[in-house]
């Protein structure tokens, strides 16, 4: 559950800036070269046992699945923190290698809430270089661990965080044969596991929209197969349309108002796109091939869609409003289910060559191409809010099932996520703070 405005609030603990790359970070994450993780030692924070240890734990694991930032072992720490208030002593912190240390606190007020805060140590300057308080309800605890997170991550690489973010995803459940599929939602890091549909129906393909908690999905019952608006808040549910020839779930525009999508029409598919508020449609292409996949690009100029016009599937990009689209991908193998970055930079696909399904990345003009992680069958990669993870879920083959897969941008760490049985499809939401 997303914090409403008065659910929790926040304080700086007073830091200065300290030396930093360009101002605002001490690492530049995309300069792969010169990349090298950052070690931080994340010491226990104090007060409220059971609370202090579930935040400490939380952060720690976020750091581990980061990629840029590695926790430091608690079994080298030199020194044991008695005022998370004051500075380490810092030649301790030097000993074990360690670039920034974290201290901290919770503790209960007098009306139940919970309070805690962090504290952000450089130990080259032995200069506090962050620090917050945050005052919410115990049971959002998880959040705050998350938030906090999210601000020593974006203090250390300049970066916007992506820890307190969640993945709708579909859970899949029985036999092979008779395979249950239910909508349902996550933290990122697999905690928090709540159903949106019974599993009455087939889902497929949800689509988080990139302006709001709202998610698109389709649903097959007795019916010809639905496009479905969920709000993940309120739970309001509405049908979009009926779509016959749908390929794929339609996805959102970057200020949500409109959903591009691809419809069947005898032999070929078309891109279209709908108006959420008029429900009036715009044809984009009109072609015998097989258009489909589309998304768009973050400012809503171009869409990305996959074609086999060219004889084989094939990533084009076109104007949003239509016209003659440009290829871009031209290496061995089939191209296709593209994502267009949040931040514009990449575009991600699925690619097929042989027996294996690779997740990889391209620039939007055709240049760059890097494949991340490769395997008997990878598909539907899904941007983190911050244009640097991906998620996807990978099938093994035989009578087990699919799971859901994090990896980088530069395909440097590769993490499964946790879910109570077999996962695909995941969605990315946008940060929630």
Not at 141 to 164: K, L, N, P, Y
Not at 237 to 252: I, Q, W, Y
Not at 294 to 317: N, W
Request: aromatic fraction near 10%; charged fraction near 20%; include cysteine.
């Amino acid at each position: 559950m997303a914090l409403s405005a008065g659910a929790l609030s926040a304080a700086c603990l007073g830091a200065g800036l300290g030396p930093a790359l360009g101002q605002d970070r001490y690492l530049d994450v995309r300069r792969s070269a010169e990349f090298k993780p950052i070690p931080v030692a994340v010491t226990a924070f104090a007060g409220d046992a059971a609370a202090a240890a579930q935040l400490t734990g939380i952060v720690t694991n976020n750091f581990k699945r980061s990629v840029f930032l590695t926790p430091l072992d608690p079994k080298t720490f030199v020194e044991t923190i008695a005022n998370p208030d004051q500075a380490p002593q810092m030649d301790s912190w030097r000993m074990i290698n360690a670039q920034f240390v974290v201290t901290g606190r919770t503790s209960r007020g007098s009306d139940g809430r919970l309070q805690s805060e962090f504290r952000l140590w450089d130990v080259a300057t032995g200069a506090q270089v962050a620090g917050q308080q945050y005052v919410t309800d115990p049971n959002n605890a998880r959040r705050v661990a998350h938030i906090i997170s999210d601000a020593i991550f974006s203090r250390i690489t300049g970066e916007q965080g992506f820890f307190d973010t969640r993945v709708v995803f579909v859970d899949e459940t029985g036999t092979k044969e008779n395979r249950r599929k239910r909508l349902a939602i996550m933290d990122q890091d697999g905690a928090n596991v709540r159903y949106l549909t019974r599993g009455d129906d087939l889902v497929v393909t949800p689509r988080f929209s990139p302006s709001s908690q709202d998610v698109t999905y389709m649903s097959f019952g007795a019916s010809d197969p639905k496009v479905l608006l969920l709000n993940i808040e309120t739970g309001q549910r509405e049908v979009v349309g009926n779509f016959p020839g749908m390929t794929f779930a339609p996805r959102f525009s970057p200020d949500g108002q409109k959903i591009v999508m691809s419809l069947a029409q005898g032999s070929a598919s078309n891109l279209f796109t709908m108006d959420l508020r008029s429900r009036t449609t715009t044809r984009l292409s009109d072609s015998r091939a097989i258009d489909t996949s589309p998304s768009y690009s973050p400012d809503g100029t171009q869409i990305a869609f996959e074609s086999d016009r060219g004889g084989t599937q094939q990533v084009y990009v076109m104007s949003a409003s239509g016209g003659a689209p440009k290829r871009i991908t031209f290496g061995e193998g089939r191209y296709s289910t593209p994502v267009w970055s949040p931040k514009g930079d990449f575009i991600a696909f699925t690619k097929q060559k042989g027996g294996t399904f690779a997740i990889g990345v391209i620039r939007p003009d055709g240049s760059g191409e890097r494949i991340l992680t490769d395997g008997y069958h990878n598909e539907g990669p899904t941007w983190a809010p911050n244009g640097l993870y991906l998620m996807f879920f990978r099938d093994p083959g035989g009578q087990s099932g699919s799971k859901i897969y994090m990896v980088d941008v530069f395909g440097r760490g590769e993490f499964l996520v946790p879910t109570p049985s077999f996962g695909s499809d995941p969605a990315w939401s946008p940060l929630l703070n």
